[in-house]
């Protein structure tokens, strides 16, 4: 019981001498104009035992910018570089396909005295008529006769402007040509868009009819294969004969067509 009771008066004892060491240094520390208070820092910095060289503080944060940029620079570079190859392996094929179509062209004619300019197709206007390159700027005239790959004649050059022409093919409704076969009987052709007419001027003989071809004397380039008559049907009566060849083959724009001109 007498423990206790010191024990609490202890307490209070030490309280008192707080309370009275906390005035003191107060008074002290107003009468000392805050020497105390001045004395204590109001902030506490942390110093770090690493020590970082001047050169990383003036040059590292503008090195990682500068590597960044050249990355960055760089993967441009790398991406403009991609989009190149891309491009020369496209032109390589296209180039590959023009001697591909070149060497079966030249399996198919006979007639190497003549140039052959590549022409393709462009676009199908609103009349249905095929606008192909090439025009004046090559010394295109109309009249001239376009040939594929195989060497057979698909059509001829209706109108010619600058750097186009239009394409007077099998299909058109405007489409009127003359042949002659081996044997020299005359063929006028004409086509209603769906399939050709194919009327002889007359005939030398009753033996069937093959190729019919151009000829110069209808103000062609030279001999060229136009139809091959023999796996149609001929009709003959006085002494006239007429095939009508359904049109199942149309131009594509895949398709390689060539346009023969004198050197």
């Known amino acids: ?9 202890r307490k209070y004892v030490i309280y008192f001498l707080f309370l009275f060491l906390s005035g003191l240094l107060t008074v002290v520390d ?17 110093i770090s035992s690493i020590e970082l060289s001047d050169r ?5 944060l503008i090195d990682l910018y500068s590597n960044k940029a050249d990355i960055v620079a760089e993967n441009i570079r ?8 891309r491009l020369l392996y496209i032109e390589n094929q296209d180039l590959r396909d023009d001697i591909q179509s070149y060497e079966v062209l030249i399996k198919n004619i006979s007639n190497f005295e003549l140039t052959y300019y590549q022409t393709s197709l462009i676009l199908k206007n609103l009349t249905d008529e095929y606008l192909i390159s090439g ?10 006769i376009v040939i594929n790959e195989k060497g057979y004649i698909v059509g001829y050059l209706g109108e010619v402007f600058n750097d186009y022409s239009i394409l007077e093919s099998l299909d058109s409704t405007n489409f009127n040509f003359r042949a002659l076969d081996e044997n020299n009987n005359s063929y006028e052709t004409y086509s209603n868009g769906r399939e050709l007419i194919v009327s002889s001027l007359g005939l030398s003989n009753n033996t069937k009819v093959g190729i019919i071809y151009s000829d110069i004397i209808f103000g062609h380039i030279g001999k060229f294969p136009f139809l091959d008559l023999n796996i149609y049907e001929q009709k003959v009566s006085n002494n006239k004969l007429t095939v009508s060849v359904e049109i199942k083959d149309t131009l594509s724009f895949q ?5 023969p001109k004198e050197k």
């Open 30 to 46: 107003y009468f000392s104009d805050k020497s105390l208070s001045n004395y204590i820092p109001n902030q506490i910095n942390f």
């Open 78 to 85: 790398l991406k403009e570089e991609l989009v190149d190859l």
């Open 255 to 259: 398709t390689k067509l060539f346009i």
């Open 56 to 60: 990383f503080q003036q040059y590292e």
């Open 1 to 9: 019981m007498q423990s206790s009771e010191l024990f609490g008066i």
């Open 135 to 144: 025009g004046r700027d090559n010394n295109f005239e109309p009249g001239d």
